[in-house]
Structures are given as C-alpha cells and as structure tokens.
C-alpha cells in the first residue's frame, strides 16, 4: 500500500497524499493495460480523490467531472478494469466508485439502507487485528486461505435518519 511504503522509506519521500504518487501509480497500472493516461482519466482520479466516499456518477459530475457522460462511462470502465477504481454495489440500483486501496488507505464502509449512500470509515489497529484472526477461523473452518478482508456496516445515514 502506498501509505505504508512512504511511511518506509527515508522524509524526503512523497507522502501518500501528494498527487504526483497516485498519478505515478495510475499510470503504471494503465500501461499495464496497454492504455494510455489522458487528461480525462486524470480528471476522474482528481474527483474521487477529492470526493472522501465512493460516489455515484451523477454524484462525479456534481463533484467537477467535467467530460460528457459517454466519456465518463468509458474512462471508469477503463480504470475499473486496470485496478485504478473499485466499483461498488449498494442497497440502491446505483453503482458507486472510489479508488483502489493501494490508493488511498485501508477502510471499510458503511451503507444508508435508506438511499444507498456509502461512506468510508478508517477502523481502529485493535479491531484491524481481530479481523485478521478471523482469516484463521476461515482457515480451519473451510479450508480458505484468506488474504484480504471487507467489512460493511449497515445503517442509516444522517440525512434519513
Ligand atoms: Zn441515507
Ligand atoms: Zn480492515
């Protein structure tokens, strides 16, 4: 994850919240795909950066996305695909996008059962360490061997409530 390796390396490294690192990171994961990193992808990773919970697309254009709708649509696909954005499903029809961890930070979510709003929520060291464990209950359990976990609260957010 970013935040970690730039807490590894000496000061004068960039910090995770300095745009050119995301942008590198981008970059490299669009050549990856054999796409190219235009201005409007640029401008799709701006606005979820700035945005602080996974949004809907009407929510993006509300948020500075400037691009036509059909270019909006092709550019997340794009960064869908090459692991730049994570889309979510919620309780509403509307599907809702946000950066990759390895972008931002390692949260979890917590969903509006009311109007599908999802918001992130950073969780304590202590509770990031039970969830580790319970990769061993899926272990012995099952048989899975587990390498990363989510965790959705559910709720109602503070507008419907
Ligand atoms: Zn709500
Ligand atoms: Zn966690």
Same mark, same amino acid.
């Given at each position: 994850?970013?935040?970690?390796?730039?807490?590894?390396? /000496?000061?004068?490294?960039?910090?995770?919240? *300095?745009?050119?690192?995301? !942008?590198? #990171?981008?970059?490299?994961?669009?050549?990856?795909? =054999?796409?190219?990193?235009?201005?409007?992808?640029?401008?799709? #990773? *701006?606005? &979820? =950066?700035?945005?602080?919970?996974?949004?809907?697309?009407?929510?993006?254009?509300?948020?500075?996305?400037?691009?036509?709708?059909?270019?909006?649509?092709?550019?997340?696909?794009?960064?869908?695909?090459?692991?730049?954005? @994570?889309? &979510?499903? /919620?309780?509403?029809?509307?599907? =809702?996008?946000?950066?990759?961890?390895?972008? /931002? *930070?390692? !949260? !979890? @979510?917590?969903?509006?059962?009311?109007?599908?709003?999802?918001?992130?929520?950073?969780?304590?060291?202590?509770?990031? =360490?039970?969830?580790?464990?319970?990769?061993?209950?899926?272990?012995?359990?099952?048989?899975?061997?587990?390498?990363?976990?989510? &965790? *959705?609260?559910?709720?109602?957010?503070?507008?419907?409530?």
């Amino acid at each position: 994850m970013l935040g970690y390796a730039a807490d590894m390396a /000496s000061h004068t490294h960039p910090t995770p919240s *300095e745009i050119s690192d995301v !942008h590198d #990171v981008v970059d490299e994961q669009l050549r990856r795909s =054999r796409q190219r990193y235009t201005l409007g992808r640029r401008e799709l #990773v *701006e606005v &979820l =950066r700035s945005t602080g919970r996974p949004v809907t697309i009407p929510e993006l254009m509300q948020a500075g996305a400037s691009q036509s709708q059909s270019s909006l649509y092709r550019n997340l696909a794009i960064l869908e695909q090459c692991g730049a954005v @994570h889309r &979510l499903a /919620s309780t509403d029809d509307a599907a =809702r996008y946000e950066l990759a961890e390895e972008l /931002s *930070e390692h !949260h !979890h @979510h917590v969903v509006c059962s009311m109007c599908g709003r999802i918001d992130d929520v950073v969780l304590p060291p202590a509770i990031e =360490r039970a969830l580790s464990e319970a990769a061993k209950e899926a272990r012995e359990q099952r048989d899975y061997l587990v390498d990363s976990h989510r &965790l *959705e609260l559910v709720g109602t957010c503070a507008v419907c409530s």
